[in-house]
């Protein structure tokens, strides 16, 4: 009887092994741009026919392809591209410029801007359209690639995504946040950024924000702060989809129903119970912190059904 069920058993793995078979190729594809080689994980579906292409923008900070940064591990773009291949959707995800600069390129560090990120942007989209492979190209950025993704899509792609994009610019952002974490800076924060927004560098400012406001970070902030996502929305000619979660602690709805209400092509999707990485929270704030180190949290279904449909109604 051991014996008879041993082969049963081993049927079964058997079986669910050849299920679990990938249908789809995963390449590595490095990207030339004039910053630097953007270098990603492209996946294909096997098939004869074309079909649309996601190139997922990451969002601030070192981030690589997955989502993850040294700190913090949840793979929440992984799960999402394989997610969305289960589908014959394709997707390319890659490393964030700065994870390709070696601790001797300071040059290139302290001259980084926001603007950098939106031409290596459009370089990866014509990189993709040169190759004619694809039926559509969707542009989908998360978080603060969603303001990356709305510019660079521009007269360049046949959709955007905006995945827990800010609705507001970030000096407006960044005011509210430091209101909720610690309300005796605010007036400080409020001071910078006004200096920071007229062109100006700030020199002497609390220690506290450093973080924040060190003079490395300072160009790239003024740069940053000149784009209103609302009034970048509103160029885009092409549909829109506009997602964003009920427990995300870094962007609020009020950000996604700003991004709706500036362009008439957009279509406003709220997820209950899903947080900035995509993942189910139903506790409390320990909860919601604790999902963006844990890399084996899955990301929720309903983002995926959603973001299908969308692409099906624009094929």
Same mark, same amino acid.
């Given at each position: @009887?051991?014996? =008879?069920? +041993?082969?049963?058993?081993?049927? *079964?793995?058997?079986?669910?092994? $050849?299920?679990?078979?990938?249908?789809?190729?995963?390449?590595?594809?490095?990207?030339?741009?004039?910053?630097?080689?953007?270098?990603?994980?492209?996946?294909?579906?096997?098939?004869?026919?074309?079909?649309?292409?996601?190139?997922?923008? /990451?969002?601030?900070?070192?981030? %690589?392809?997955?989502?993850? !940064?040294?700190?913090? &591990?949840?793979?929440?773009? &992984?799960?999402?591209?394989?997610?969305?291949?289960?589908? #014959?959707?394709?997707?390319?995800?890659?490393?964030?410029?700065?994870?390709?600069?070696? =601790?001797?390129?300071?040059?290139?560090? %302290?001259?980084?801007?926001?603007?950098?990120?939106?031409?290596?942007?459009?370089?990866?989209?014509?990189? $993709?359209?040169?190759?004619?492979?694809?039926?559509?190209?969707?542009?989908?950025?998360?978080?603060?690639?969603?303001?990356?993704?709305?510019?660079?899509?521009? !007269?360049?792609? %046949?959709? $955007?995504?905006?995945?827990?994009?800010?609705?507001?610019?970030?000096?407006?952002?960044?005011?509210?946040?430091?209101?909720?974490?610690?309300?005796?800076? &605010?007036?400080?924060?409020?001071?910078?950024?006004?200096?920071?927004?007229?062109? +100006?560098?700030?020199?002497?400012?609390? /220690?506290?924000?450093?973080?924040?406001?060190? =003079?490395?970070?300072?160009? $790239? *902030?003024?740069?940053?702060?000149?784009? #209103? /996502?609302?009034?970048?929305?509103? &160029?885009?000619?092409?549909?829109? *989809?506009?997602?964003?979660?009920?427990?995300?602690?870094?962007?609020?709805?009020?950000?996604?129903?700003? *991004?709706?209400?500036?362009?008439? !092509?957009?279509?406003?999707?709220?997820? =209950?119970? @899903?947080?900035?990485?995509?993942?189910?929270?139903?506790?409390?704030?320990?909860?919601?912190?604790?999902?963006?180190?844990?890399?084996?949290?899955?990301? @929720?279904?309903?983002?995926?059904?959603?973001?299908?449909?969308?692409?099906?109604?624009?094929?």
């Amino acid at each position: @009887m051991k014996y =008879k069920i +041993n082969i049963i058993i081993f049927s *079964l793995i058997s079986f669910l092994s $050849f299920g679990q078979e990938k249908n789809y190729t995963e390449l590595d594809v490095s990207i030339p741009t004039e910053s630097v080689t953007i270098k990603g994980t492209l996946l294909k579906p096997y098939s004869e026919k074309k079909t649309s292409l996601i190139i997922l923008i /990451p969002g601030s900070g070192p981030t %690589d392809r997955d989502g993850n !940064n040294s700190m913090l &591990k949840n793979n929440s773009l &992984k799960y999402l591209a394989e997610g969305l291949i289960a589908h #014959n959707i394709s997707t390319f995800r890659f490393d964030k410029s700065v994870l390709s600069y070696s =601790k001797g390129d300071t040059q290139k560090i %302290d001259s980084l801007i926001f603007d950098v990120f939106i031409d290596e942007a459009k370089t990866i989209i014509n990189y $993709f359209k040169k190759t004619e492979a694809y039926s559509k190209i969707i542009v989908a950025g998360h978080s603060q690639g969603s303001l990356v993704g709305i510019i660079a899509s521009k !007269n360049n792609a %046949d959709g $955007f995504i905006s995945l827990a994009g800010a609705g507001r610019t970030i000096d407006e952002v960044l005011i509210e946040q430091i209101e909720k974490q610690a309300p005796i800076l &605010k007036d400080e924060t409020i001071k910078i950024l006004t200096e920071l927004k007229k062109g +100006n560098t700030v020199n002497e400012f609390n /220690p506290m924000l450093i973080s924040l406001f060190n =003079k490395q970070v300072q160009p $790239f *902030l003024m740069s940053w702060i000149k784009y #209103n /996502p609302q009034t970048e929305l509103k &160029k885009l000619t092409i549909p829109i *989809l506009i997602i964003q979660g009920t427990k995300d602690i870094q962007v609020s709805n009020l950000d996604a129903e700003l *991004l709706h209400r500036a362009n008439k !092509n957009s279509q406003l999707k709220i997820i =209950k119970n @899903m947080n900035h990485l995509f993942k189910e929270i139903k506790g409390d704030l320990s909860e919601n912190m604790g999902s963006y180190s844990n890399p084996n949290l899955p990301i @929720m279904k309903e983002l995926i059904a959603i973001i299908v449909t969308f692409i099906n109604e624009i094929e």
